[in-house]
């Protein structure tokens, strides 16, 4: 099973949630995020996505049947990357957070 986390936006809990259901399930962990280092926190296998690469390599795909991939923008751009693991996804998870300031400017 391929599940794919993704959101344009940073800072909705893409990265926590699929680290959690990593862990949890003992999925292998694929990011394009080039500051994630959870292998060395949480001794999770990581694969890290190049960020020249506009596909995920056959070499990662075929690493394992159970992957969750934590998908970002990449500096305000949609990474092509995002829409060939999607394409490839079991599962979407689109985590979404309200903006607090937001919130509370209307109250």
Do not use: W
């Not at 190049?50 to 795909?61: E, F, G, Q, T, V």
């Not at 949609?78 to 060939?84: G, Q, S, Y």
């Amino acid at each position: 099973m391929k599940i794919v986390f993704f959101n344009i936006k940073g800072g909705v809990g893409k990265t926590s949630l699929s680290l959690s259901m990593a862990l949890t399930y003992k999925f292998n962990f694929v990011t394009n995020d080039i500051v994630t280092s959870l292998e060395e926190i949480h001794s999770i296998p990581t694969t890290k996505i190049a960020s020249n690469l506009k596909k995920i390599p056959r070499s990662i795909l075929g690493s394992s049947k159970h992957q969750i991939f934590d998908i970002g923008a990449m500096s305000g751009q949609i990474d092509p990357k995002a829409a060939h693991a999607i394409s490839l996804a079991d599962a979407i998870v689109i985590p979404t957070l309200c903006d607090v300031t937001k919130q509370q400017s209307k109250a």
